[in-house]
């Protein structure tokens, strides 16, 4: 393996936190679901490299199925969020407050 | 005899379901002829039964209900000869009052409800006289209390008598408790309910168990009977219409406890201390009942309390071992008090609703027809020699004489003095209500009353005057009765006394009667104002406070805690704490509703800070290990 284990986990790391920090800070519901693909990618890089790492084919099999439920998930997700911002007009996160108590 | 057994029960209760279920698509006059009808193919089969009798005692199974673990509540008929007259008594006085009845209840709207609850109770008195399982008697037991209840508070919309009813179920549900003790003792030492079986079977009892069952069945009798301590519902059972206190509280339901203990007196006569407790009770009744009749000035109440007082002899009779002197008793009170009821409706109803004899007067002019009835109701009473309860009461007070025990002839001089105050009190009531006087009832003031109201009273009134020709003590057709029913256990056709001692009672007892008869007259003859209750009069007038006693000692009392328990502990303490708890939870909630702000962006931070706090807990057991 050229790319030291240590390497791979580090990017996982930082594209993972990246996508946390514009889950967090962004107020849009599409940079959200971007920022949630983010963090699933950087976990399937994680689990690439370990596969590697002890020769487990595991790991890429998951990946595959990430990428599956993935591309579930942001038809879903853009659906919704078209559907919504026909209903209310809006694309902002916080503008949908009927859950609070 | 299966069939026709079958149907004389079958009768009643299918008037009773025809006019219940179809009665409001019927006539006034279709109602009243299906319950008639009903009654009087009851009668037919009674009088069929007892013609086609070839064995002395037959059981006859009619159906099964249930069996479970060794008990089986099988509908059987104990069909004896006591059976027999108790069913041809039941079924005639009934078929008579129905008669009446029809012409009773001609305004009334409640006419459907009147006659459904009226065969009903003659099915449920039908089962009492004839069923062998003592559950099924239990059955007609609680079946005939309940047309009681019903028919006493059927005017209910008078809160008093529905009190008066309410006040006579509960009653007498203190007497049917002990029956359903005695029913459990049955059953633990007989394994079955069957009266035959338990008759034949009296060797497995001790005689403590005796006594106890004996002393059972006298209390459950005590209160389906208002006899002493529990009378009091029968005076207040009078706000029912006169039929039904002709029918119920008179003629069959408050018999029905007498019965009972006639049924079972095998038990009875094994313990000379429940006959003796039988004995005094009976007494002491007659007694009370008589005193108290002395001075009521409601018609309907002195009829009520001589009931309790006539009813008294019966158990007297049973106490002393005699139970053909008991039931000829029985069935001679049944004919003339039925009749007594019943004139005493007539009477009311021509006076528009008047229940006071003090103001009544002058009625034996104005209402000659039914003051004749009246009067031979009155002479059998008040046991004018020769006539209607002469001879019964005679023979119970004879069977009392010459009953072993000093104890007996205490009893003796007690029902000598009350038959004397039955003489009495009856005449007063005659004297006082029908006599001519000058401020009694004019012409104008009577009410048209249909003739055929008295007119069927008179098959009655000449079964009350003349039945003493069924056990006459000599002559011709001698102890009919006695002779009949020697086949029921325990029964004796003949009271063994010496000639002087049956002569010197039947001259004593028309001594006092006529005795009685003749003070009446002088005493009432021209009383016409109601006297002030002050005194003995008072004593006398509330039962001897019988009734205030109860309802200090054991209402008063009851009604206080069960207003504790509720007010206090039920809604003060369960309620309130419940509703305290469920408070705090709400209040929780309230707080914990802050959480949910609805704000997506702070629902995704605090995850990340929940997960990241998870990550670094993690870590740090790491590093520790």
């Not at chain 2, 279709?30 to 039964?49: D, F, N, S």
């Not at chain 2, 109701?377 to 010459?402: M, N, Q, W």
């Amino acid at each position: 393996m050229i790319v030291p284990y240590d390497h791979i986990l580090i990017l996982a790391v930082l594209l993972f936190l990246t996508g946390a920090a514009c889950v967090v800070a962004r107020r849009t519901l599409i940079m959200i679901l971007i920022g949630v693909e983010i963090m699933l990618n950087a976990a399937g890089i994680a689990l690439v490299g370990g596969s590697l790492k002890w020769g487990v084919l595991g790991g890429q099999v998951f990946v595959i199925f990430i990428m599956a439920v993935a591309a579930a998930e942001v038809a879903v997700g853009l659906a919704l969020i078209v559907h919504s911002h026909r209903r209310s007009g809006s694309v902002e996160a916080d503008h949908y407050h009927l859950m609070k108590g | 005899m299966k069939t026709v057994l079958l149907l004389l029960m079958l009768f009643p209760l299918m008037g009773a379901a025809l006019n219940a279920l179809l009665g409001r698509y019927l006539t006034r006059r279709g109602v009243a002829a299906v319950a008639c009808a009903a009654v009087l193919g009851a009668l037919a089969m009674a009088v069929a039964a007892m013609v086609n009798t070839t064995a002395i005692t037959r059981d006859i199974r009619l159906f099964d209900w249930f069996s479970v673990d060794g008990f089986q509540a099988v509908m059987n008929v104990h069909y004896d000869h006591l059976a027999a007259v108790m069913a041809l008594m039941i079924t005639f006085v009934s078929s008579v009052i129905h008669l009446y009845s029809v012409s009773f209840m001609r305004e009334d709207e409640g006419i459907i409800r009147y006659f459904c609850y009226l065969n009903l109770f003659v099915f449920a008195m039908l089962v009492i006289a004839l069923a062998d399982n003592l559950i099924f008697v239990f059955l007609g037991w609680e079946g005939v209390g309940f047309c009681s209840y019903v028919l006493i508070g059927f005017w209910y919309s008078d809160e008093a008598k529905a009190a008066a009813g309410r006040k006579a179920f509960l009653l007498t549900r203190i007497g049917d408790a002990a029956f359903g003790v005695a029913l459990g003792l049955f059953f633990l030492i007989f394994k079955d309910l069957s009266i035959s079986h338990i008759v034949a079977r009296t060797s497995l009892l001790s005689l403590g168990t005796a006594t106890l069952l004996g002393l059972l069945l006298l209390w459950a009798a005590v209160g389906k009977s208002a006899q002493l301590p529990l009378l009091v519902w029968l005076p207040d059972a009078m706000a029912g219409p006169s039929p039904v206190s002709a029918l119920i509280h008179a003629a069959t339901m408050v018999t029905a406890g007498v019965y009972l203990l006639m049924r079972l007196f095998p038990i009875l006569i094994l313990s000379p201390a429940a006959l003796m407790c039988t004995a005094i009770v009976g007494t002491l009744t007659a007694l009370f009942g008589s005193f108290a009749a002395l001075v009521q000035s409601d018609i309907k109440r002195v009829l009520a309390y001589s009931t309790i007082s006539q009813v008294g002899y019966m158990l007297l009779a049973v106490g002393v071992a005699d139970i053909v002197g008991g039931m000829f008793h029985l069935l001679s009170h049944a004919f003339f008090k039925s009749l007594l009821f019943l004139a005493a409706g007539c009477i009311i109803q021509a006076l528009a609703g008047e229940h006071n004899i003090f103001r009544m007067g002058n009625l034996r002019r104005h209402l000659p027809g039914v003051s004749l009835l009246f009067l031979a109701g009155c002479l059998c009473l008040g046991t004018f020699p020769l006539l209607g309860g002469y001879f019964s009461k005679d023979r119970i007070l004879l069977a009392t004489f010459v009953h072993s025990g000093e104890l007996s002839k205490v009893l003796w001089v007690i029902g000598m003095a009350a038959a004397f105050l039955t003489s009495l009190y009856t005449f007063r009531l005659y004297f006082i209500a029908f006599q001519d006087r000058p401020d009694g009832r004019k012409k104008d003031e009577f009410l048209q009353i249909p003739g055929f109201m008295s007119w069927v009273l008179y098959p009655l009134a000449l079964t009350a005057l003349f039945d003493g020709l069924l056990n006459l003590p000599g002559g011709f057709g001698k102890l009919f009765l006695g002779r009949y029913l020697a086949s029921v256990p325990g029964s004796i056709v003949e009271v063994h006394a010496t000639a002087r001692e049956i002569w010197g009672m039947r001259i004593g007892s028309a001594a006092l009667s006529l005795g009685g008869m003749v003070s009446a007259y002088f005493l009432w003859r021209r009383k016409s104002e109601e006297p002030a209750l002050r005194g003995l009069r008072q004593v006398l007038f509330t039962g001897f406070y019988l009734d205030i006693f109860y309802e200090r000692v054991i209402a008063r009392p009851y009604n206080r805690i069960a207003g504790l328990l509720w007010t206090d502990i039920d809604e003060g303490g369960l309620d309130r704490g419940s509703e305290k708890i469920g408070g705090g939870f709400q209040r929780l909630s309230q707080g914990l509703r802050l959480w949910t702000t609805g704000r997506l962006s702070t629902y995704l931070r605090m995850l990340f800070l929940g997960f990241a706090a998870l990550l670094c807990l993690l870590s740090l057991s790491w590093y520790i290990q």
